[in-house]
């Protein structure tokens, strides 16, 4: 109770922070404004401002504060413009619109979808591979490890390029570059859940006479769930990155990366604001919900 | 054909030859060790050409290794300045800015425990989120050059580097704190000798995980907009000509300095968390 009174509280700060620093970042182009519009600023002239620093021109113009919470293309959209642009672009536009987010949202949320799928799946293969053959383990095991440390992102235009020109396009691009962002946390965190049951556990399994596949079954798998749900999550966003930037290097005329993408060659900065939001509550959501099976789930067998 | 058929030949070859080495005597050893990903790394990449040219593959779909090695010893000065404008004066300069304030910001943030409790959850939070996502706006507020690519970084690594170091500063048992107390230590003092240090691992975790997503925000930020220079900038633009061995070789580039700056994180890590017992083993 009281740590979600401390989380609104800094909530309701960063709120703050937020408006407050939208009047300096917004007033040049306010005061343009309000100067063509007739309305008396200091000084007068958008080159007499151009050098002066933006709290000395709020300073000096503090009634045009309110006005920098309402422009049209502000450089810094106030909390308010951002939440009514979320409203507008989800519940009241119809969901087929290509201006709704919440298709654009489902555009990139399927990709998301297959590319975790598939990655996940072939990730926790491998890792069953990897922790049952020493081969597998000695020579793929160090190239995952330090395919970690490589911005694996970089490959995501040519990927998309290179299945367009032999005739792949649609979902499947993009979920390739998910399953490939996902693929290797799940891959590190299976093979350390995996091989987390301790000696003694492991020799009391052999003095039941259990052979490998029983261990396998009743022994790594139900202990290593912990590992791989703090890897699902990991690789959920991971996926969800992906799918976002493959939408970017094609000029994808749909999902949450095209609209950023769009809103940054226009200038659409409430659009751009409002697609990141779009974003981080998708994201919000899958890792939630992502935690909400993990409970339910070690409950069930016990665990938490 | 007969390259096809080389490449699966040698393929089961290399198969062989590590599966002897690992159930062999040399698995133990360090140079078995090594050798193992070696070989299968090299198997790759030969099978890789052999296929590549067997199968008469397109260079606009996948250049052999070969043509990639003598893209990238032709371009190297390209590369490299692309390397300096993107890694070093984008990922680096806001890696460096962004864990310093992030670990400051963690110090301040330590001494009130309602700041802790409400900054966790959110950190926690926020370094769930693409933030990726942020490029196209920090570009247009700081302009093509680097520093909005290193604003992306530092907006990046703040997150997941502020949450480490507060889990991190954490870490102390109340012995310890009573022991400090009992030699009369100050809040610094005993910050500096008792508290700094036990938070170390918990640190460079951070730093560990920053210094892939520095990499990643700077190459990603240049996708919405750059001088004609930079890693990122080259990959798109050369995506758009069809020179993908160009791409490659700044995959390359890109797979190199996130490998070397990783190790060398690591690397750092290992001096000064040497009493820990990961490092011990």
Redesign the interface.
Known sequence: M??LL??????AA?VVLWYAACAPMNIKGVLTELERGGAQVVPEGAPARRDMSAFGLVAGNSFAIPATWAQERP?LPAPHQVVTELWNTTVMKKITSKRSLVYHGWVTLSATLLGFAIGTGLGILLAVGIVHS??M???????AI?S????I???A??II??LY??GVQGILPKAIISAYLSFFPVVVGMVKGLRSPDAMQLDLLKTYNANTNQGFWKLRLPASMPYLFASL?IGI?AS??GA??GE??TGAVAG??AR??A??YY?Q?VQ??S??FG??IL??LL?GLLGLIERATLKRMGMS | MTLVVLAFVLWAFGIWVNMRLASGPAARTRAGKLAVPVIFGVTILVMWELLVRGLGVSMVILPAPTLIAARFATSLPTLWADFAQTFVKGALSGYVMGCGAAVLTAVLIDRSDFLRRGLLPVGNFVAALPIVGTAPILVMWFGFDWQSKAAVVVVMVFFPMLVNTVAGLTQTSAMQRDLMRTYAAGYWQSFFKLRLPAAMPFIFNGLKISSTLALIGAIVAEFFGSPTLGMGFRISTSVGQLSLDMVWAEIVVAALAGTAFYGAVAMIEKAVTFWHPSQRS
């Open positions: 009281r740590s401390a989380v609104l509280t800094v909530v960063i450089r020493r081969v383990d000695m020579s793929v095991m160090p190239w330090v970690q440390t490589i911005p992102i970089a490959l235009p040519m390029v290179v020109s032999v999550k966003a969800l990155v976002i930037v970017l290097p949450l990366g950023l993408l809103g940054s200038g900065t751009i604001w697609a990141l974003a981080a994201a919000g890792v």
